[in-house]
Antibody, heavy 121, light 107 residues
Framework: EVQVVESGGGLVQPGGSLRLSCAAS????????MNWVRQAPGKGLEWVSY????????YHADSVKGRFTISRDNAKNSLFLQMNSLRDEDTAVYYC??????????????WGQGTLVTVSS | EIVLTQSPATLSLSPGERATLSCRAS??????LAWYQQKPGQAPRLVIY???NRATGIPARFSGSGSGTDFTLTISSLESEDFAVYYC?????????FGGGTKVEIK
């Protein structure tokens, strides 16, 4: 069974840092590109970051560029999002999402349950 | 950045009725458009990809159509489990973008 499980969310002060992790299982992780997508409370979906299967291609949304870094460890079937200089507007549920095989930055066929990041003083 | 505009914002229908949801792109996205369903407290679920292909496990009552800038998601006969928010998403250009969503609610 395909599973992606996020962890690492929590309460952080503005300007602080947090590292999200996503543990993947039930599929050949190294064959799929992966994404982070977020959803602010009561709002719609926003793409945050994309990473190709071999980490050759990495993209970040303008809203997080220079502050967030996506990475992966294919040997450990894990995806990461390092978030620095956090702002109030980064408060959201962060989802780890797998691309359909052979596709890039969508469509995403498997999503985690999400991890809540709250930026507040 | 490509802007996706979904309409209507809310659709109030009864079980058994037909639902027609629209997504319009600010520029052509070819057929690189997907639809997702999201229920409260849950992650999005892929429904349609490449404009008209049903994702694995999606019932045949869901269908997608369109290309270029105008797309439609149709639910032929609403079941109780279909009441949710639906988002369209384009992957034609970086950054991928989502529409604002259409809430399909029980009338």
């Amino acid at each position: 069974e395909v599973q992606v499980v996020e962890s690492g969310g929590g309460l952080v002060q503005p300007g602080g840092s947090l590292r999200l992790s996503c543990a993947a299982s039930g599929f050949t992780f190294s064959s799929y590109s992966m994404n982070w997508v977020r959803q602010a409370p009561g709002k719609g979906l926003e793409w945050v970051s994309y990473i190709s299967s071999t980490s050759s291609y990495i993209y970040h949304a303008d809203s997080v560029k220079g502050r967030f870094t996506i990475s992966r460890d294919n040997a450990k079937n894990s995806l990461f999002l390092q978030m620095n200089s956090l702002r109030d507007e980064d408060t959201a549920v962060y989802y780890c999402a797998r691309d359909v095989r052979g596709y890039s930055y969508g469509p995403c066929d498997y999503w985690g349950q999400g991890t809540l990041v709250t930026v507040s003083s | 950045e490509i802007v996706l505009t979904q309409s209507p914002a809310t659709l109030s229908l009864s079980p058994g009725e037909r639902a027609t949801l629209s997504c319009r792109a600010s520029q052509s996205v070819s057929s690189y458009l997907a639809w997702y369903q999201q229920k409260p407290g849950q992650a999005p679920r892929l429904v349609i990809y490449d404009a008209s292909n049903r994702a694995t496990g999606i019932p045949a009552r869901f269908s997608g159509s369109g290309s270029g800038t105008d797309f439609t998601l149709t639910i032929s006969s609403l079941e109780s489990e279909d009441f949710a928010v639906y988002y369209c998403q384009q992957r034609s250009n970086w950054p991928p973008t989502f529409g604002g969503g259409t809430k399909v609610e029980i009338k």
